[in-house]
Nanobody, 120 residues
Framework: QVQLVESGGGLVQPGGSLRLSCTTS????????MNWYRQAPGKERELVAG????????NHADSVKGRFTISRDNAKDTVYLQMNSLKPEDTAVYYC?????????????WGQGTQVTVSS
C-alpha cells in the first residue's frame, strides 16, 4: 500500500537546523511532484516547498526562502527538507505530500506528519 513516512523532526533551539526525510513506497515516486506542508496550531496547512519529479526545479515559500531547501533522491524514493536558521514561528507539524495529475484529476498522498518545535 501507499506509505509516506516522515522523520527527523524534534525540538531545536532558535538558529538551529533539522533535516526532515520522507521515505515513500507503494507508488511511482519519480513521476510525482513532492511537497512539504506544515500546519501550526490554530492555523491552516501551508505549502512550504515543492520539487518537480526530476528534481530539476523547486520552489519555496517566501517565509522560508534562503533558510529551507527541498531535495529528492529518486533512487531512494525519498524527499528531504533541510531547515536552517530555524525560528520559533517555524514550529508546526510538517507533512510530506506526493502530487500528480491523472486522467481523473489531481491525486494526493500524505504522510502522517512529524512535529518540529523551535524553542529555547
Amino acid at each position: 500500500q501507499v506509505q509516506l513516512v516522515e522523520s527527523g523532526g524534534g525540538l531545536v533551539q532558535p538558529g538551529g537546523s533539522l533535516r526532515l526525510s520522507c521515505t515513500t513506497s507503494g507508488f511511482t515516486f519519480n513521476i510525482n511532484t513532492m511537497n512539504w506542508y506544515r500546519q501550526a496550531p490554530g492555523k491552516e496547512r501551508e505549502l512550504v516547498a515543492g520539487i518537480t519529479p526530476d528534481g530539476g526545479s523547486s520552489n519555496h515559500a517566501d517565509s522560508v526562502k534562503g533558510r529551507f531547501t527541498i531535495s529528492r533522491d529518486n533512487a531512494k524514493d525519498t524527499v528531504y527538507l533541510q531547515m536552517n536558521s530555524l525560528k520559533p514561528e517555524d514550529t508546526a507539524v510538517y507533512y510530506c505530500n506526493a502530487w500528480r495529475r491523472t486522467a481523473w484529476g489531481p491525486r494526493n498522498y500524505w504522510g502522517q506528519g512529524t512535529q518540529v518545535t523551535v524553542s529555547s
